[in-house]
C-alpha cells in the first residue's frame, strides 16, 4: 500500500498540472481573438458589427476616413482603390521642402527653438514624434553649418606627409531628417 506521503506528494503534482494547463488554454482563449487598441490608434468602435469574426484572424484593419474601411487581403493591394491615386495628402508630402537660409549668431541663436505660430508647433511636433528631436531648430539652423575646429592647439600646428592616401567616411542613415 502506498503511504500518505506519496500520495499527497502525487496528488500536488496533479493539482498543480491541472491548475496550469487550465490556466494556459484561459490564456489561449482569451488571446485568440481579441482585437487590442492603443490609445494612439484610430477608434472604429462604430465599425465594429459589420467586422465578421473571419476577417479579423488576417489582422488587417485600415481606416483611411470615418467612412471607409479595408478589411482583409484587400488591405495590401491598395493601387486597386480609385481614389489612392490623387490623393491629395500624398501629394502634399511629396512636395519639395523650401531651404531656409542659415541663421547668423547675429540675429540671436536663443529664439531658434521658440514656437512663433501653429505651424512651427505642428513641425516641433512631428519632428519630436518622427525623428526623436526639435526639427523646428533643425530646420532654422540651415544645412550649411560650420564645425568649429575643436582640436589642441599643438594638434592644429602639425602637418601630415603629402603622400599619405585619401580617406573617406560614408555613414549611411535610415529614417533621418533631410536636416541633420
Known sequence: MISTRYVSFLSG????????????????RLTQNAITTSPTMLSLSNHRESIDKEMLR????????????????NAYNLKSNKDSRNNNL???QLQPV??????????GLDELGMVKNLEDQQK???????????VLISDNLGIRRN???????LCRAQKYPINLANASIIICFYNEHYTT
Open 13 to 28: 503534482i496533479v493539482i498543480a498540472s491541472l491548475t496550469w494547463a487550465f490556466s494556459l488554454y484561459l490564456y489561449s
Open 58 to 73: 488576417d489582422n488587417i484593419i485600415i481606416a483611411r476616413n470615418e467612412k471607409q474601411i479595408i478589411i482583409g487581403k
Open 90 to 92: 500624398l501629394l502634399q
Open 98 to 107: 523650401p531651404v531656409k537660409p542659415a541663421i547668423t549668431l547675429e540675429q
Open 124 to 134: 516641433r511636433d512631428e519632428g519630436y514624434k518622427n525623428y526623436a528631436f526639435n
Open 147 to 153: 564645425i568649429p575646429d575643436t582640436r589642441h592647439k
